[in-house]
């Protein structure tokens, strides 16, 4: 079964950045496609980016420009580089697969603000 370790939250003023990073317990990164969603309280936890194993890069329009994915295959490790954070970005923030697993990690807490 594979397993999903969030890193790297915490609080950071807007238009700080941070790098979330997800180490996966498996080499599934040349199979899978990877994703990162994130959860704001009181709403639905949606896709933030995702990686393929091949082809393009996805990013919702609310981070296009601002965030990137990217993965290390080595590694089995993915991350997720913030810039330009905003207080709309506070969410507790996930990786898994795309379409994501059943089950999900306990996320790493992303708190925008001054």
């Known amino acids: 079964q594979v397993q999903f370790v969030e890193s790297g939250g915490g609080l950071v003023q807007p238009g700080g950045s941070l790098r979330l990073s997800c180490a996966a317990s498996g080499s599934i990164f040349s199979i899978y496609a990877l994703g990162w969603y994130r959860q704001a309280p009181g709403k639905q936890r949606e896709l933030v980016a995702r990686?393929?194993?091949?082809?393009?890069?996805y990013y919702a329009d609310s981070v296009k420009g601002r965030f990137t994915i990217s993965g290390d295959n080595a590694k089995n490790t993915v991350y997720l580089q913030m810039s330009s954070l905003k207080p709309e970005d506070t969410a507790v923030y996930y990786c898994?697969?795309?379409?994501?697993?059943?089950?999900w990690g306990q996320g790493t807490q992303v708190i925008v603000s001054s």
């Open positions: 990686i393929p194993s091949f082809g393009s890069t």
């Open positions: 898994n697969l795309h379409p994501p697993l059943g089950y």
